[in-house]
Nanobody, 111 residues
């Protein structure tokens, strides 16, 4: 069955960096467009970045976040730089067209 395991979150000060990872199994990873989403406390889940043959980002993270993938490892990454308090959220990865959510990884940006 589909499994998505996100990791790499933590507590970081404003301006800091984190690298999130998403290890996928149970489907042909290389065949799927993959995305990162996030859900901040009290807010709806939002799309952060998508990777296919191109990379697309939410306006709020453009220039600060970078999405990548390694199909040989069934793993997707999100490099997050210059983090802001408003980036605080639980981050999830998801393949397009598959309705499944992992547990996510919590990112807290605070001084």
């Amino acid at each position: 069955q589909v499994q998505l395991v996100e990791s790499g979150g933590g507590l970081v000060q404003p301006g800091g960096s984190l690298r999130l990872s998403c290890v996928a199994s149970g489907f042909t990873f290389s065949s799927y467009v993959m995305s990162w989403y996030r859900q901040a406390p009290g807010k709806e889940r939002e799309l952060v970045a998508t990777i296919s043959s191109t990379r697309n980002y939410a306006d709020s993270v453009k220039g600060r976040f970078a999405i990548s993938r390694d199909n040989t490892k069934n793993t997707m990454y999100l490099q997050m730089n210059n983090l802001k308090p408003e980036d605080t959220a639980v981050y999830y990865c998801k393949p397009d067209g598959i309705t499944y959510w992992g547990k996510g990884t919590l990112v807290t940006v605070s001084s």
